[in-house]
């Protein structure tokens, strides 16, 4: 077995674990293979263990390298979860299967055209700055109940929320303050959870955790 499956395996089981601990089913949680800078010879070997939803953090980059493993592999999913410009939008809904950084108002408004334009809806994920650090993407914890109501306005269905909480801090309590909102808007996603706590992440109601390093070892 190559060194990614076994990488594959062994988080596949840590998520297990994490989510048994918590009185969760393991299959409620979708492991977002994080592929970003990592070129198509090093994904194939995760694809043929089995790996089907893959993470982008830009546009330019997943319409590069996916066209081709996606004819491939037809049934892979693609996420963007990096930050996107509203011109990108068409593109975007064109390419992503979800679309986890929508944090502002013009971005709403170009994905609901996208949208409209495309007949498609990706799963939409309101990206929170939950930390509510400076220079950190993400909408206001105070800016949310009102991006969620423009969202619905524009016809957006809304499937959860993401975030990154801020770095060198115990992650826990930023988890639980995410969970906790999309519990108070009736929202079943949860974005939230990467290669140093996951684990975490998946015992603080995780539906999706978003993991690079650990699976592909370390970005250039
Ligand atoms: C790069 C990235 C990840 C993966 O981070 P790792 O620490 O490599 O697992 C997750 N989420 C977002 C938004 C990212 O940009």
Same mark, same amino acid.
């Given at each position: 077995?190559?060194?990614?499956?076994?990488?594959?395996?062994?988080?596949?089981?840590?998520?297990?674990?994490?989510?048994?601990?918590?009185?969760?089913?393991?299959?409620?949680?979708?492991?977002?293979?994080?592929?970003?800078?990592?070129?198509? =010879?090093?994904?194939?070997?995760?694809? @043929? +263990? !089995?790996?089907?939803?893959? %993470?982008?953090?830009?546009?330019?980059? $997943?319409?590069?390298?996916?066209?081709?493993?996606?004819?491939?592999?037809?049934?892979?999913?693609?996420?963007?979860?990096?930050?996107?410009?509203?011109?990108?939008?068409?593109?975007?809904?064109?390419?992503?299967?979800?679309?986890?950084?929508?944090?502002?108002?013009?971005?709403?408004?170009?994905?609901?055209?996208?949208?409209?334009?495309?007949?498609?809806?990706?799963?939409?994920?309101?990206?929170?700055?939950?930390?509510?650090?400076?220079?950190?993407?993400?909408?206001?914890?105070?800016?949310?109940? =009102?991006?969620?109501?423009?969202?619905? @306005? +524009? !016809?957006?269905?809304?499937? %959860?929320?993401?975030?990154?909480?801020? $770095?060198?801090?115990?992650?826990?309590?930023?988890?639980?303050?995410?969970?906790?909102?999309?519990?108070?808007?009736?929202?079943?996603?949860?974005?939230?959870?990467?290669?140093?706590?996951?684990?975490?992440?998946?015992?603080?109601?995780?539906?999706?955790?978003?993991?690079?390093?650990?699976?592909?070892?370390?970005?250039?």
């Amino acid at each position: 077995m190559s060194d990614a499956a076994d990488r594959l395996n062994e988080i596949k089981t840590k998520i297990t674990n994490a989510a048994a601990r918590a009185h969760r089913k393991a299959d409620d949680i979708c492991l977002i293979a994080v592929s970003k800078t990592h070129d198509a =010879a090093a994904i194939r070997p995760l694809i @043929a +263990a !089995g790996q089907r939803h893959f %993470g982008e953090n830009r546009v330019q980059e $997943a319409a590069a390298k996916w066209p081709e493993l996606r004819a491939e592999t037809p049934d892979i999913k693609l996420h963007l979860i990096g930050q996107l410009q509203s011109n990108k939008a068409d593109e975007a809904v064109a390419m992503f299967d979800a679309i986890h950084s929508v944090d502002r108002s013009s971005l709403v408004q170009a994905l609901a055209k996208a949208c409209d334009k495309a007949g498609r809806q990706p799963q939409l994920f309101v990206q929170v700055n939950i930390g509510d650090e400076e220079q950190k993407g993400g909408c206001k914890v105070a800016d949310l109940p =009102a991006l969620l109501a423009e969202a619905k @306005a +524009a !016809g957006l269905k809304i499937e %959860g929320l993401m975030a990154i909480p801020p $770095a060198d801090i115990e992650p826990a309590p930023f988890f639980a303050l995410l969970d906790e909102l999309a519990e108070r808007h009736a929202l079943t996603g949860r974005s939230m959870g990467m290669s140093g706590d996951y684990e975490t992440a998946v015992m603080l109601g995780a539906t999706h955790v978003r993991v690079g390093t650990a699976l592909f070892g370390t970005r250039d």
